[in-house]
């Protein structure tokens, strides 16, 4: 799992006035695609250092309005590459929010600089700051309200060796708010045992029960795995845990019984399924995922055990077995932020029960607390009682889902995009475009976008104005002039050519059909 640990830049803070306060919203030199969020940020009207003015005697409508102005601020320096790409950038003054991870990490953001707030300080200024921190809560929850999924409980399955695990961890000083339960449609999953609010700790676990490369350092195997040249601590760990899920006495045996014989993911697809997907890149992706582990298994399993058939028994470390523990480690495992500094891959006993979601509660997870020793799972949104709690896996494709956790996430995924190999080299720069700089393109489902009109077509900005400069390199603007439309069906032909095959697979219409059915329709109604 690709945890997010970003906190709000240092240089973002609040700072007393004589009238109220002032959020001071800075984009960071060091952040990922600084130019083009700049460039962003200057089209609408900001600077990449911003103070945001807000008043004791505001009225909250008033609040309301000067924190929509921190919140396009807020969003812009969250983007990710895909929301970046993607995202409107033609009206910018009228975007609501990018995307649904974005808004939450927005939000959140603000929410973060107004709990960061002095205590003294908020308690002089507990009204206005207090009205502002209503305002913030007051929208997620709107957006939870909006995306809210329902989950339901199948009470015909048997959840008796995760009660054990979750004895376990209480004993070992687990802190919970969630239980474990069969969600239909999801498999196992963790449900809210109360109503969970912004900022609660839905699960807290100690250190001393996460498992960690320190376990295979006290192992018998580690004096051998340590004089192999390039061996990784992942690929330690995964050697270790074919063995310690077969130990009777192991520390983690509880853990161990809760898992599937099988994961089930594409990584063991059987037959059926592999010729189900020919011809697909999913399955381009999982054959070349399970060809790359097939060698890494003949190149240092079989030696393993031929040179140490004591350590390493034979009937343990089988091709299957091997694909098992590598199907746990990609689907259960987490980076973790330990108190030395160093990041860590890690099992962690009960969390792996969290499920994905595209609209996750919590996202900021991985880090210990130095105080506590302890790793926390703080929400970002509200849980209800009874509703299914999840994480963010991270921004992944619904392919790599599937080939590496074994399930297709519910609803329409933001990060399903196919790269393109367009050579772009420096030509890729249309003055006035914010995010024209790009020096590689993609492409998603055009059903994602809210502009299908001329000129938009569902597809990205920043490859139709590559398209169209490398066509004519004169400026181009979005109006109904011959010399436009003349250049504009070039455009689509070129695209046409490029994705014939997949749109034929989609069924999809035509594109320069599509130009032309949308242009008659403008000249019949006078445009």
């Known amino acids: 799992m690709d945890n997010n640990n970003n906190k709000p830049c240092s240089s973002n803070k609040i700072i007393k006035t004589s009238d109220g306060c002032e959020i001071v919203l800075e984009l960071s030199q060091n952040a990922p695609f600084f130019d083009k969020k700049k460039n962003l940020l200057h089209s609408m009207g900001f600077d990449i250092r911003e103070q945001v003015q807000f008043h004791r005697s505001s009225c909250p409508d008033a609040i309301a309005t000067i924190l929509e102005r921190v919140l396009q601020i807020a969003r812009i320096i969250h983007l990710d590459e895909v929301e970046l790409y993607f995202g409107k950038v033609n009206d910018c003054s009228s975007l609501e929010y990018w995307s649904p991870r974005n808004e939450v990490e927005a939000l959140n953001s603000v929410l973060s600089l107004i709990n960061s707030y002095s205590s003294y300080e908020r308690q002089k200024e507990v009204n206005f700051l207090q009205t502002l921190q209503d305002e913030v809560l007051k929208r997620i929850q709107e957006f939870t309200d909006k995306n809210k999924v329902e989950s339901r409980i199948d009470r015909s399955c048997s959840c008796d060796k995760e009660k054990c695990l979750e004895k376990w961890g209480e004993s070992n000083g687990v802190k919970t708010s969630l239980k474990i339960a069969c969600v239909e449609g999801a498999g196992r999953g963790a449900i809210a045992t109360k109503d969970l609010k912004v900022g609660d700790i839905a699960l807290e676990i100690p250190v001393s029960i996460i498992i960690s490369e320190e376990h295979v350092h006290k192992s018998d195997m580690y004096h051998i795995l340590e004089k192999i040249d390039g061996i990784t601590s992942e690929t330690m760990l995964l050697l270790w845990s074919m063995k310690e899920r077969h130990n009777c006495s192991s520390k983690f045996k509880i853990y161990f019984d809760t898992l599937p014989e099988e994961f089930k993911t594409g990584l063991s697809f059987g037959v059926d399924a592999i010729m189900a997907l020919d011809g697909t890149l999913l399955l381009e992706e999982i054959m070349q995922a399970k060809e790359h582990l097939r060698v890494q298994y003949d190149e240092l399993v079989p030696p393993l055990c031929k040179n140490y058939p004591d350590v390493f028994l034979p009937e343990l470390y089988t091709w299957e077995q091997f694909l098992w523990a590598c199907e746990l480690w990609y689907s259960n495992s987490m980076k973790v932020m330990f108190v030395d500094g160093k990041l860590r891959t890690c099992l962690i006993p009960i969390a792996g029960f969290l499920n994905h979601s595209l609209y996750p509660h919590i996202v900021h997870y991985g880090k210990v607390d130095s105080a506590t020793n302890t790793l926390k799972f703080p929400l970002t949104r509200p849980c ?16 790599h889902l599937i080939t590496f956790y074994g399930f297709m996430p519910q609803g329409d995924n933001p990060c399903d995009v196919i790269p393109l190999d367009i050579d772009v080299g420096d030509a890729d720069c249309i003055e006035g475009c914010p995010t024209s700089s790009w020096t590689s393109h993609m ?16 597809l990205p900005s920043p490859l139709l104005d590559y398209l169209r400069g490398a066509r004519s390199p004169a400026p181009h603007t979005k109006t109904i002039e011959i010399s436009n439309l003349e250049n504009e069906i070039e455009v689509l032909k070129d695209l046409q050519s490029t994705f014939s095959s997949m749109m034929e697979n989609l069924g999809d219409t035509d594109l320069v059909d599509r130009f032309y059915a949308i242009l008659a329709v403008m000249m019949l109604a006078g445009m």
């Open 384 to 399: 209800c009682f009874g509703e299914q709690c999840c994480l963010s896996y991270g921004n992944f494709s619904s392919s």
């Open 443 to 458: 492409v998603r489902g055009t059903w994602l976008s809210n502009n299908h009109n001329i000129f938009y077509y569902g």
